[in-house]
């Protein structure tokens, strides 16, 4: 890979992998496609999900989503921080 670590925001991430990023489930996707081009750790930054969760403000918050690959088989680690 040309890169161990990519921090595209989410306009960056729609463009390089053609996906729309609307829902957490969207964003978990996205960066399975950019580990899938060489990156290991992928942070998406300034990522606001159309999706609200039950019991939530219902303002939108802008996020950020970090995925490590892992090379074990088992599945990718993914965290989620809003701001």
């Given at each position: 890979?040309?890169?161990?670590?990519?921090?595209p925001n989410?306009?960056e991430?729609?463009?390089?992998?053609?996906?729309?990023?609307?829902t957490l489930e969207?964003a978990r996707k996205?960066?399975?496609?950019?580990?899938?081009m060489?990156?290991?750790l992928?942070?998406?930054?300034s990522?606001?999900?159309?999706?609200?969760?039950?019991?939530?403000?219902?303002d939108?918050?802008?996020?950020?989503?970090?995925?490590?690959?892992k090379?074990?088989?088992t599945?990718?680690e993914?965290w989620?921080?809003?701001?």
């Amino acid at each position: 890979p040309l890169a161990d670590v990519v921090t595209p925001n989410q306009f960056e991430v729609e463009q390089l992998t053609g996906l729309t990023i609307a829902t957490l489930e969207d964003a978990r996707k996205a960066c399975e496609a950019l580990h899938s081009m060489g990156p290991s750790l992928v942070f998406i930054t300034s990522v606001v999900f159309d999706d609200v969760q039950e019991g939530s403000s219902s303002d939108k918050m802008i996020s950020i989503l970090a995925s490590k690959r892992k090379t074990d088989g088992t599945a990718d680690e993914v965290w989620k921080i809003d701001c």
